[in-house]
């Protein structure tokens, strides 16, 4: 029997060649959305994380020093954001407890009450032997800028704020306390964080926190 072997064609050499071309076009072109819509969802990721993290401290009630190496009584720990002050920020804190009531009982705010200029607790040095600090510091400033110099925080929702809120969480469950959150719907008692790109038309992502302590990427 005869055995015929069958060469590729030059018409199937450029078939081939044009659709690799088109596929390489194609993939070089939509790269830089590609590259923007990982960025949006890492930084997306990144902040439930941060979230989970804060909630997670607020949970175990983890101790703080400061820096002299007194401690610093905290009384739970959440994320704070001033989109008046900066789009492109939001800061991990510690809720401090503050000065003592008429009862004589220390209590957190659950809420940021430290100035804006964000003192990190490993730093703070008013805390002695003979005074107890009693305003909230900061873990970590996360900047989301870093990731991509057009990312910011678009809006946060069911706020009554312009966009100044904290997100804290206390023990013993923990607690979770949305600050100036509109409670006028008892059935929407959560807040939805939207980041996304400046001047660039493309789909957002939200990260959802409800007063349950459920935090959702979306």
Do not use: H
Not at 73 to 80: R, S
């Amino acid at each position: 029997m005869k055995k015929f072997e069958r060469g590729i064609t030059l018409v199937e050499v450029v078939v081939v060649i044009f659709i690799v071309a088109l596929f390489t076009i194609i993939l070089i072109s939509d790269f830089p959305k590609m590259l923007r819509q990982l960025a949006l969802s890492r930084v997306s990721y990144n902040f439930a994380q941060d979230l989970r993290k804060a909630q997670d401290l607020g949970l175990s009630g983890i101790a703080l020093k400061d820096k002299n190496g007194y401690s610093i009584m905290v009384q739970g720990y959440g994320i704070y954001f001033n989109l008046p002050n900066n789009k492109s920020e939001y800061v991990i804190y510690a809720d401090v407890a503050g000065p003592e009531n008429n009862s004589g009982v220390r209590v957190g705010t659950q809420k940021y009450d430290g100035d804006l200029s964000y003192p990190l607790c490993s730093e703070v040095s008013t805390q002695t032997e003979d005074y107890a600090r009693t305003t909230d510091c900061v873990l970590e400033v996360v900047d989301i800028s870093q990731k991509n110099s057009s990312l910011y925080i678009n809006s946060i929702s069911n706020i009554i704020s312009n966009g100044i809120t904290s997100i804290n969480f206390s023990p013993p469950g923990p607690v979770t306390k949305i600050d100036n959150l509109n409670i006028s719907d008892p059935n929407n008692l959560k807040t939805e964080v939207e980041v996304g790109f400046k001047n660039i038309d493309l789909a957002t992502r939200a990260v959802k926190v409800n007063t349950s302590g459920l935090i959702n990427v979306q």
